[in-house]
């Protein structure tokens, strides 16, 4: 799995691609779908991130079991995907 860091980076990657997009009036539908492949790829990188520092996020890092820590993660999983 891609770190945090590596995911921020496709996504500024993107973000200059749409950018470059724009600036050469490139056609609205292309610019859309890569503006909506950003929007997962910023989803994706919350997901990854959440999951990453869920204790972090919390306060606590050491509050939970490891067998707690996979709940959480479950559960943050399911939130984020509704």
Same mark, same amino acid.
């Given at each position: ?5 590596q ?11 749409? $950018?470059? !997009?724009?600036?050469?009036?490139? *056609?609205?539908h ?5 503006? +909506?492949?950003?929007?997962s @790829?910023?989803? $994706?990188? !919350?997901?990854?991130?959440?999951? *990453? ?7 606590? +890092?050491?509050?939970?079991? @490891? ?16």
């Amino acid at each position: 799995m891609k770190s945090s860091k590596q995911l921020l980076n496709n996504i500024i990657g993107q973000l200059n691609g749409v $950018s470059r !997009m724009i600036e050469e009036e490139k *056609d609205c539908h292309d610019v859309i779908i890569q503006l +909506k492949a950003v929007k997962s @790829a910023v989803a $994706s990188l !919350m997901n990854h991130y959440i999951e *990453d520092n869920a204790m972090i996020c919390l306060g606590n +890092k050491n509050a939970l079991k @490891a067998s707690g820590k996979e709940q959480l993660k479950k559960l943050f999983k399911e939130l984020i995907n509704n």
